[in-house]
T-cell receptor, first 111, second 119 residues
Framework: AQSVTQPDIHITVSEGASLELRCNYS??????LFWYVQSPGQGLQLLLK??????LVQGIKGFEAEFKRSQSSFNLRKPSVHWSDAAEYFC?????????FGTGTSLTVIP | GAVVSQHPSWVICKSGTSVKIECRSL??????MFWYRQFPKQSLMLMAT?????????EQGVEKDKFLINHASLTLSTLTVTSAHPEDSSFYIC???????????????FGPGTRLTVL
C-alpha cells in the first residue's frame, strides 16, 4: 500500500546538538518530496523540497535533506538545533497532484 | 513567493449552523486547490481536491454533502461545513497550486489554517 512513514513520533534534543528526522515512503515511482514545519496553531511552512537532480537539498533555517532512492527515504537533518526549532515536522510526498503527509514528528529542544 | 490566505482564522459556531471558510491565492492563479483537515497532534488529512470551474473530488470517507467545496475562480475556493456538529471541530487548512507550465505547478502553497470550534 502507498504510504508515508515518520517512525519517530517525538524527539527530544539538546540545543546545539545535531538532528535527524526520518521519513520513508512507499510509492511506485519517485514522488516529489517535501518537508514542512508547523508551529502550534499555525499553518505549514515549507523547509525544502526535492523534485530531481542532486539528492542532497538545502532548505531554509539551516535544514537539509537527503533523498536515498534505494532506501525510499528522505531524512531531514540539521547540524545544530536552536530552541526556536521546536515544532512539529511533517514529511510529504506527491506522487501525483495530491499531497500525502506523514504522521509528523514533534521536536522538543532542551536548553 | 506564492501566498495563500484563509478567512476566518478562527470561528466558533453553534451546532446545526453552517460555516464558510475562504481560501485565496493572493499573487498567483490557483488552478487547483486542496482542503485538509487536521485534528490536534495529528497529521493533515486530505479531504478534497478542486479544480477551478469543476466539481471537487473528495477523498474516501469525506461526506461531500456535508463539506461543500466551491472553486469558482482562479483565486478563491470556499469550504462550507453544513449543519456543523462538535465532531466537525478541527483545524482546516487549504493549499493551492498553479497551472501546468507555471512556477507554482509542482508544489502546494498552504494557507495559515482556520480553527473551527462547534459548540
Amino acid at each position: 500500500a502507498q504510504s508515508v512513514t515518520q517512525p519517530d513520533i517525538h524527539i527530544t534534543v539538546s540545543e546545539g546538538a545535531s538532528l535527524e528526522l526520518r521519513c520513508n515512503y512507499s510509492y511506485g515511482a519517485t514522488p516529489y518530496l517535501f518537508w514542512y514545519v508547523q508551529s502550534p496553531g499555525q499553518g505549514l511552512q515549507l523547509l525544502l523540497k526535492y523534485f530531481s537532480g542532486d539528492t542532497l537539498v538545502q532548505g531554509i533555517k539551516g535544514f537539509e535533506a537527503e533523498f536515498k532512492r534505494s532506501q525510499s527515504s528522505f531524512n531531514l537533518r540539521k547540524p545544530s538545533v536552536h530552541w526556536s526549532d521546536a515544532a512539529e515536522y511533517f514529511c510529504a510526498v506527491a506522487p501525483s497532484t495530491a499531497f500525502y503527509f506523514g504522521t509528523g514528528t514533534s521536536l522538543t529542544v532542551i536548553p | 513567493g506564492a501566498v495563500v490566505s484563509q478567512h476566518p482564522s478562527w470561528v466558533i459556531c453553534k451546532s446545526g449552523t453552517s460555516v464558510k471558510i475562504e481560501c485565496r491565492s493572493l499573487d498567483f492563479q490557483a488552478t487547483t486547490m486542496f482542503w485538509y483537515r487536521q485534528f490536534p497532534k495529528q497529521s493533515l488529512m486530505l479531504m478534497a481536491t478542486s479544480n477551478e470551474g469543476s466539481k471537487a473530488t473528495y477523498e474516501q470517507g469525506v461526506e461531500k454533502d456535508k463539506f461543500l467545496i466551491n472553486h469558482a475562480s482562479l483565486t478563491l475556493s470556499t469550504l462550507t461545513v453544513t449543519s456543523a456538529h462538535p465532531e466537525d471541530s478541527s483545524f482546516y487548512i487549504c493549499s493551492a497550486r498553479g497551472g501546468s507550465g507555471t512556477s507554482s505547478y509542482n508544489e502546494q502553497f498552504f494557507g495559515p489554517g482556520t480553527r473551527l470550534t462547534v459548540l
